[in-house]
């Protein structure tokens, strides 16, 4: 099944059968549905009997499926029939047998079966088996030493091993207590190809390595033995073989790293020929780029100046991007990506499916794919999502930074805010620069930027207002989103599953269009005092209303406003003491509720550039502003909770 070897493919539900009790019926099943998709396929359809065989001298072998060493030839499989029938089924290129069972030379059909079937002759038999038809086999030595020889390849056997005497000669001397032997029978008409066994690795150039995984293995090999060096694959696994037959947990480090360069060196051999069959053909370097981008991969392994290819990708992910309990994560990602970029299909095939399914990476590949696909935006454009944190006081003392293509958080990076007045808005800008690489590679601009902020922030130094670029503020370049940062960092008193619970309920709510069509606006008796909001929000549900307040109460609005946020993550408030036009505010607020509130922050961009005369209709929405919450905020806050970002030298790609 390894595509670097037997090439073979599963075209049945259950092409590998095991066990005591088959039945002759399911063997004949199983046999004639592989003989149909082969003659769809117009293959070569390999077959492997591999367990008990009855027979006696002269008579023909039978394989047997009730697992009953003695039990009447009518229950079992007559073999030379079964192969006769095959060789003669219309459309099929070729067969290949192996049988390991006692009598296995009983298995050769007659020479009339192959000569005078309904394909006159025009057919291919190679036919491999463990045994002389008069004596027993012993713990399936055909089938393992054949396993070996595939695996380890044979020297001057040339491109491809076949059953011929090159393959015959090994198995002979390795293989005790019985005789092997081989039939060949061609009367094709055709000319072309013979039929081959499998790739023979020992001179076959499909196990080149890239750069990334020649530096591992002899960085690898260094540490554990100063001197030591490859330039193959073939040369660095048979000298763990051969000086690495032990326990692993019995070696040092250095010499069980060595063997897990070697598992990874073949989970990236495998991947590389599934994505490549899969997705090599229609691939660009644009392509492998933006799938690299949306993978998290590095910029420098990215950038314009280098030659990206697939190989190139898939040796850093195996190499570097496991997670701490040893899944392959980053190919997971990466194959998510590809998946995303080139929209082939649908539904990922079967292929990649099995591969995911053996790499035990089917819910990360999914996960990934799912949120690739959960794009808010139809021209697919990156976002960015800034998190300013401060130390309990009144400074912002750092800004985390991450981007996010769809719901899935490509990267992260800490900005960490100087001292003196220009500390934060230097961050800001920093942070915003930082976006900007990855954003070109997916060559779209970015246009949405996500400011969470803690409670005293938000009300007193905008997000949107802030410079961040030539005196620019951030809201005229940029579509602004302003968030509160309570569901990341909650307040005193409160848990991140508190504040998720409050989410998840405003959400539930924002969803009933029956129940919500606007802000419930809370009048001045209701704001006039801390206690009075407290009872207020009493009488309602945790995340049960959007509030709205049209004017600043005169004392205590951060305590106020806290007991808001804490109550629902969305509130709405004016950008000065009051609204000048309370009346026209809130129809408007109503008018615009389902484009909230990325309408409020078109009326600031708007309004900043003089662009909105008093009666448009965006003007009343230029007055306001808003901490918002929704179904993005809370799957970002979602994945993100009980996590901490690391400083970047703390970070590996592992993150």
Not at 57 to 78: D, I, K, Q
């Amino acid at each position: 099944m390894d595509p670097d070897l037997g090439a073979c493919l599963d075209r049945g539900e259950h092409s590998l059968l095991i066990g005591d009790d088959l039945g002759k019926s399911r063997v004949h099943e199983a046999v004639e549905r592989a003989a149909d998709a082969a003659r769809r396929d117009g293959g070569v359809l390999v077959l492997a009997l591999l367990g008990h065989g009855q027979g006696a001298e002269g008579a023909p072998l039978h394989f047997v499926t009730s697992g009953t060493r003695n039990s009447e030839p009518l229950t079992n499989v007559n073999v030379p029939s079964l192969l006769g029938d095959l060789c003669n089924h219309p459309g099929l290129a070729g067969l290949i047998v192996i049988v390991d069972t006692c009598l296995a030379g009983g298995a050769i059909p007659s020479t009339s079966h192959l000569t005078a079937g309904v394909r006159a002759g025009n057919v291919r038999l190679s036919l491999l088996f463990g045994a002389s038809a008069k004596e027993p086999a012993y713990d399936l030595q055909l089938s393992r030493h054949l396993i070996r020889l595939i695996r380890d390849g044979v020297p001057d056997a040339g491109k491809f091993l076949k059953v011929d005497d090159h393959l015959m000669k090994r198995l002979r001397e390795q293989i005790s207590g019985q005789l092997p032997g081989r039939y060949e029978f061609d009367g094709a008409a055709r000319y072309g190809e013979e039929i081959w066994l499998a790739r023979n690795r020992a001179v076959s150039a499909v196990h080149d390595l890239g750069p990334i995984s020649i530096k591992v293995i002899n960085d690898a090999a260094r540490r554990h033995e100063s001197g030591l060096r490859f330039q193959t694959e073939e040369e660095f696994v048979a000298w763990t073989e051969e000086h690495l037959d032990t326990t692993p947990a019995a070696l040092p480090y250095t010499a069980r790293r060595l063997l897990e360069v070697r598992d990874e060196l073949e989970v990236g051999r495998k991947t590389l020929n599934v994505m490549d069959r899969i997705f090599g053909p229609s691939l660009t370097e644009d392509d492998l780029r933006l799938a690299g981008m949306l993978s998290g991969l590095p910029l420098d392994l990215l950038s314009g100046d280098n030659p990206v290819d697939l190989r190139l990708l898939v040796e850093y992910c195996t190499h570097y991007g496991r997670s701490a309990t040893g899944e392959y994560r980053a190919l997971a990602h990466l194959a998510a990506a590809l998946t995303h970029v080139t929209r082939q299909f649908d539904t990922p095939p079967e292929d990649l499916a099995a591969w995911a399914h053996n790499l035990r990476l089917n819910p990360a590949f999914n996960s990934r794919l799912h949120e690739l696909n959960q794009h808010p935006h139809a021209d697919r454009t990156p976002r960015l999502i800034l998190v300013l944190e401060d130390d309990g006081g009144e400074s912002i003392v750092r800004v985390d930074a991450w981007l996010l293509y769809g719901r899935a958080v490509i990267t992260s990076r800490r900005f960490p805010c100087g001292s003196g007045e220009r500390g934060f808005t230097t961050a800001l800008a920093d942070a915003v620069a930082w976006s900007r690489p990855r954003v070109n590679i997916a060559k779209r601009p970015l246009t949405s930027i996500d400011v969470a902020a803690p409670t005293l922030t938000l009300l007193e130094n905008p997000p949107e207002e802030q410079a961040f670029r030539k005196k620019t503020a951030l809201g005229v370049q940029y579509t602004v989103t302003t968030r509160w940062s309570g569901l990341l960092t909650p307040p005193y008193g409160t848990t991140v599953d508190d504040m998720l619970q409050v989410g998840e309920h405003l959400l539930a709510h924002l969803d009933d269009t029956d129940g919500c069509s606007g802000p419930h606006w809370l009048s001045p008796d209701q704001l006039r005092t801390v206690e009075h909001v407290q009872e207020h929000l009493s009488n309602h549900g945790l995340g049960q209303q959007v509030w709205a307040v049209p004017s600043l109460p005169e004392s205590d609005w951060v305590v106020i406003a806290q007991e808001l946020l804490e109550h629902t993550p969305a509130l709405i408030w004016p950008r000065g003491k009051g609204l000048s036009d309370e009346q026209r505010a809130k129809r408007s607020v109503a008018r615009y509720w389902r484009s909230l509130p990325q309408q409020v922050a078109e009326a600031y961009r708007q309004n900043r550039k003089g662009s909105l005369s008093h009666d448009d209709d965006l003007a009343p929405l230029a007055a306001v502003r808003a901490a918002w919450h929704d179904r993005d905020w809370q799957a970002f806050c979602r994945r993100r909770a009980h996590r901490v970002l690391s400083a970047p030298e703390e970070v590996t790609y592992k993150e």
